[in-house]
Every structure is written in structure tokens, then in C-alpha cells.
């Protein structure tokens, strides 16, 4: 068995290796000054960062940020110009541009993670692991909404019953739940209805999925600046900020173009639960079932999870009290996850510790 501080080693390697990698083999040859000044800007990095980065056994592992930066420069070639090199902006990025960048910044983000002394951790918000791990002790329950529209299955009387088509949102519970097993392997791990909340599933870690199920459980998530749902036009639906001081409420609406729904909106909010010691309720929603499961896959996607978790990390440090909503885009009808790092993917962030920016 290999030990804890010889994988953080390989890793750091390898996290070396692939920065040198990039630099020498991607889209040309390229210096460490042009590297420098390209992914330092506006402030400046010395040539022998660079160097120290790219050296495998130096210890020296880039911040987040500018593993961000190497994603951006070498997610296209056409950072390469023959003025010399220059990151994109947003606005110049196509689509496979902006999957290049968020599969690259995952997997050397995932490195430097995984290069980290222990006692540096990558909990969230006092999590262990991962932002779906939770402290051993308190079991786990997802509180769901009820569908509106049960299909006939959802019956117990029903020969094909199946006890999951009663909830509402259930792509986002297969992502939550299959994610949370995955994290907390030896916690007990329950899905119940809003209805049915008990002593025992009120008394666990507690995940709260869809608009209704937020509503009914508001006593245990009232230390959150929490957006709430109200009708703007028809069926659509707008978060508005009731508690801003502004004269004028803001409004984040989904985006509808030719009848069919383009970008939706999603929350992701976090607090310390009011009874358990060291437990918490996670709020997991949308305006519509697009925006919760793309509220979801926001940090359980393993395209972009850690990228997603790293940024909450940094927005939200040391904050164990906190809400996001984020545009959830949408594609033939698919929730796709968002970018947390994309200007526009944030809609709104508040924590305890900062209040709304």
C-alpha cells in the first residue's frame, strides 16, 4: 500500500510534469517568461515561479488561480498570436473552447488537491472531503418534494410501484443521492417526502431538493439570506431578493426564446443545522426542474465538481453559512452544470460572514 505522503508526492510530480507538458508541447513551444507574463497578469510573476512550478520534488504548488489561468491560455490556440500570447476573454471563447478550459482546469486542480499536505485539506466549509461528505455521526436525509402529477406507478397498489416516482426533480435526486453514497459510504442515507418528515430524518444531516420542499422546511434554513420564487409572468418564475435594502427588489428570471427554455436559474445554500451539533441542511434548488438539476450537477458533475467546490472554497471561506444562485444552462431541453468561475455563471452570493457583494 502506498503511503499518504508518497501519493501527495507523485501527484506533485505529475502536476509538474503536465504544467512543463503544456508549456513545451501545446500549441508550439513556448518560454517560461511568456508563460509568466501571460498568466500573471495583471500583477507579475517571476520566471523562477514558473520554474519552481514545473520542477518535480520543489514542493511549490500553484494556487487556484492560476491553474485558472493555464486553463484559459491553453484551452485554444489561438492564444498563440504572433503579436506573442494573450488570454481570451469570455466573449471570445466558443463553446468546445470553454469545455477545453473547464476539462483542463478540473484535472490540474484535481492534482494540486490531491498534492496537498493533509492538514491543508480540501474540506468545505469544515466537511471532511468533498462538499457532499459528511462529518461521521448524524445519518443523511433527502428531503423531497412531492410530484404535482404522480404518475400511476407512484401508487403502492400499482403492480410496477416504484417508491421514487413520487418526488418531484428526480434527476436532481439521482445525481444528490448517488453522490452522497459515493462520498459517505458507511452513513445511513435516507429519501423522504416533505410530508413525512420525522424525529429521526428532521435529526440527520438534511438535503433539501425543489422550490416546495424549501418552503416547507424554511425553520431549519431561516439563518440563510435565502432568494425567494414568486410568478412573473404565466408559469415562469423569477428568485427576488426580498431582504435587499435597494428600493428595487432584484428579479433573476429564467430565459425563454421561442417558447423553450434557454437558461433557468439554480440555487445551491448551506447552514449549520439548528439542532445537531455539527450538522447541516443543504438547500438544492431551481425555478424549474432544468435549474435544480443543473444546481445539482454543479458540484457533482465530474466534469466540473471540483473546479465548482474549489471556487465555493474561496468565495466562502471559513463561512458555514452561505447561498448561491447560478445560470443553469439549457440545451435541447438538458440541464447542462455550471461553470462557477464563467463571469455571468453567478447570479448572486451571499454568506453570514460577508453579506451579499
Known amino acids: 500500500m502506498v503511503a499518504t505522503s508518497d501519493q501527495r508526492s507523485v501527484a ?30 495583471p500583477d507579475r510573476l517571476s520566471i523562477a515561479t514558473i520554474s519552481l512550478w514545473e520542477k518535480p520534488g520543489s514542493d511549490r504548488l500553484p494556487p487556484p488561480q492560476r491553474l485558472a489561468a493555464y486553463a484559459r491560455m491553453f484551452c485554444s490556440p489561438r492564444t498563440f498570436t ?110 423522504v417526502p416533505v410530508g413525512k418528515l420525522d424525529q429521526d430524518s428532521a435529526l440527520s444531516n438534511m438535503v433539501v431538493i425543489g422550490d416546495e420542499a424549501v418552503y416547507k422546511t424554511d425553520w431549519f434554513t431561516r439563518d440563510i439570506c435565502l432568494p425567494t420564487s414568486r410568478s412573473v409572468s404565466g408559469s415562469e418564475k423569477a428568485y427576488v431578493l426580498e431582504d435587499s435594502v435597494a428600493e428595487e427588489k432584484p428579479e433573476f428570471p429564467s430565459s425563454w426564446i421561442d417558447g423553450s427554455l434557454h437558461e433557468d436559474v439554480g440555487m445551491i445554500a448551506r447552514c449549520p443545522h439548528p439542532i445537531i451539533q455539527g450538522g447541516t441542511v443543504t438547500v438544492v434548488s431551481g425555478l424549474t426542474s432544468r435549474g435544480v438539476h443543473g444546481a445539482a450537477l454543479c458540484v457533482t458533475d465530474s466534469r466540473t465538481r471540483n473546479a465548482n467546490e474549489q471556487y465555493i472554497r474561496e468565495a466562502f471561506r471559513n463561512a458555514d453559512t452561505f447561498c448561491i444562485l447560478m445560470c443553469v444552462p439549457v440545451r435541447n431541453n438538458a440541464a447542462l452544470p455550471p461553470n462557477l468561475r464563467r463571469d455571468g455563471a453567478r447570479l448572486y452570493e451571499w454568506s453570514a460572514k460577508t453579506g451579499a457583494p
Open 12 to 41: 506533485a510530480r505529475n502536476l509538474a510534469e503536465r504544467l512543463r507538458d503544456l508549456r513545451e508541447r501545446e500549441y508550439g513551444r513556448h518560454t517560461q517568461e511568456q508563460v509568466a507574463r501571460v498568466i500573471g497578469a
Open 82 to 191: 504572433a503579436e506573442g500570447p494573450r488570454l481570451l476573454g469570455d466573449d471570445e471563447l466558443t463553446e468546445q473552447e470553454r469545455q477545453r478550459e473547464s476539462e483542463l482546469f478540473t484535472e490540474l486542480l484535481a492534482l494540486r488537491e490531491q498534492a496537498q499536505p493533509a492538514e491543508a485539506g480540501s474540506a468545505v466549509h469544515g466537511q471532511p472531503g468533498s462538499f457532499w461528505q459528511f462529518p461521521a455521526g448524524p445519518a443523511v436525509s433527502i428531503v423531497c418534494s412531492d410530484a404535482s402529477e404522480p404518475p400511476a406507478y407512484a401508487d403502492p397498489s400499482h403492480p410496477n410501484y416504484s417508491a421514487y416516482a413520487r418526488y418531484e426533480y428526480l434527476d436532481a435526486l439521482i445525481e444528490v443521492l448517488s453522490r452522497i453514497r459515493a462520498d459517505n459510504p458507511e452513513s445511513a442515507i435516507s429519501v
